[in-house]
């Protein structure tokens, strides 16, 4: 295969919805795609159903016709209150590095680069405010020479359910399986989140993060948590919706089982660290993990001792509006920033 430098014909452009069945195919075979893993019903989930809007990709074409790279950004938003000032709006428009995909005979010929960098360009010219994401040790230094910016580690606790689950805790140093554990904890999300009526009464009754935070609303949770192969679950706090829930997640880790504290929405934060033991010996979960700001009134704390050097690295990519947060002014739960 020729450098890169010696094809000057292979075309950068906005993805159309005509280029879904070849988007797909490349996933399947540049990602390891398997078949028997619903991965192109995810992938339709969280970039065409998305609250926030239709995800925008791009794609790298080769002189044949073929597409040979792929990037796509998943549109979010933020909500600013009391946070940084220097963003100087109270809502951002943003989007989330997230898929990528080269073909094996194209990797190392800088594709990754020039998709998006030419993203970032047309997304500039659309408006975006930024570009966020949580890049791991192997890619953020690409991403730093892009002009992206460290903002810096998202805080996170961890509660332990016993001191034999301490000691498997000490194994759970591979990442985490992109699917979820069977557990009979809790119910399924969805079934919890079905009355928008009732999602939005609630979240009219909690206090707002004041700190920048993902806008909540019955959408927002109604997508977030509806993908059924993800294995997302709830537990109530109350007989009624309006008396909050905790939604989390049960997955493989190393030697260890993490139950992930994705979102927690309740009126009382006094019954949060209570129910948090409780999903840990019903799941036979050996330690939960949450975010720990104390932005997020709801969030669990009972039990939980900060861990460093734990939380991914968020990055942050100025588009039409310039600053960068700092970590403390933000107010991010497990759901924002896991990656899925």
């Known amino acids: 295969m020729a450098h890169e430098a010696?094809?000057?014909?292979?075309?950068?452009?906005?993805?159309?919805?005509?280029?879904?069945?070849?988007?797909?195919?490349?996933?399947?075979?540049?990602?390891?795609?398997?078949?028997?893993?619903?991965?192109?019903?995810?992938?339709?989930?969280?970039?065409?159903?998305?609250?926030?809007?239709?995800?925008?990709?791009?794609?790298?074409?080769?002189?044949?016709?073929?597409?040979?790279?792929?990037?796509?950004?998943?549109?979010?938003?933020?909500?600013?209150?009391?946070?940084?000032?220097?963003?100087?709006?109270?809502?951002?428009?943003?989007?989330?590095?997230?898929?990528?995909?080269?073909?094996?005979?194209?990797?190392?010929?800088?594709?990754?680069?020039?998709?998006?960098?030419?993203?970032?360009?047309?997304?500039?010219?659309?408006?975006?405010?930024?570009?966020?994401?949580?890049?791991?040790?192997?890619?953020?230094?690409?991403?730093?020479?892009?002009?992206?910016?460290?903002?810096?580690?998202?805080?996170?606790?961890?509660?332990?359910?016993?001191?034999?689950?301490?000691?498997?805790?000490?194994?759970?140093?591979?990442?985490?399986?992109?699917?979820?554990?069977?557990?009979?904890a809790g119910i399924d999300a969805r079934t919890v989140l079905a009355d928008k009526n009732a999602l939005e009464r609630l979240l009219s009754s909690v206090p707002e993060p004041q700190a920048i935070h993902t806008p909540r609303s019955a959408n927002y949770y109604q997508w977030r948590y509806d993908f059924a192969p993800l294995g997302y679950r709830a537990l109530p706090l109350g007989d009624i919706v309006e008396d909050g829930f905790i939604v989390f997640r049960v997955r493989t880790r190393g030697t260890a089982t993490e139950l992930t504290v994705c979102d927690v929405v309740a009126p009382r934060r006094a019954s949060v660290g209570t129910a948090v033991g409780h999903l840990l010996r019903s799941a036979k979960a050996d330690y939960a993990i949450s975010t720990s700001n104390k932005a997020l009134e709801a969030g669990p704390s009972k039990g939980f001792v900060p861990v460093r050097r734990l939380g991914p690295i968020m990055t942050w990519r100025e588009v039409t509006r310039s600053g960068i947060p700092q970590m403390k002014d933000l107010g991010l739960t497990m759901g924002d920033v896991e990656l899925f």
């Open 6 to 184: 010696e094809r000057p014909d292979l075309e950068i452009r906005r993805a159309t919805p005509d280029d879904r069945p070849a988007i797909i195919d490349l996933c399947r075979e540049s990602l390891g795609w398997k078949q028997s893993d619903p991965n192109e019903e995810f992938f339709k989930w969280k970039h065409d159903r998305c609250p926030f809007g239709v995800s925008p990709a791009w794609i790298a074409v080769a002189p044949e016709g073929q597409i040979v790279g792929l990037r796509v950004f998943l549109r979010w938003e933020f909500r600013v209150a009391g946070g940084s000032q220097s963003l100087g709006s109270d809502r951002l428009t943003a989007v989330r590095a997230v898929d990528t995909a080269t073909h094996p005979d194209w990797q190392g010929k800088g594709i990754f680069t020039k998709l998006t960098l030419a993203a970032v360009e047309e997304l500039k010219q659309d408006g975006l405010d930024v570009v966020f994401n949580t890049p791991n040790d192997q890619s953020r230094p690409g991403y730093l020479k892009m002009g992206w910016q460290v903002v810096g580690r998202i805080p996170v606790s961890v509660r332990v359910r016993s001191p034999m689950s301490a000691a498997r805790l000490r194994g759970a140093k591979a990442a985490a399986g992109k699917w979820s554990s069977g557990t009979s």
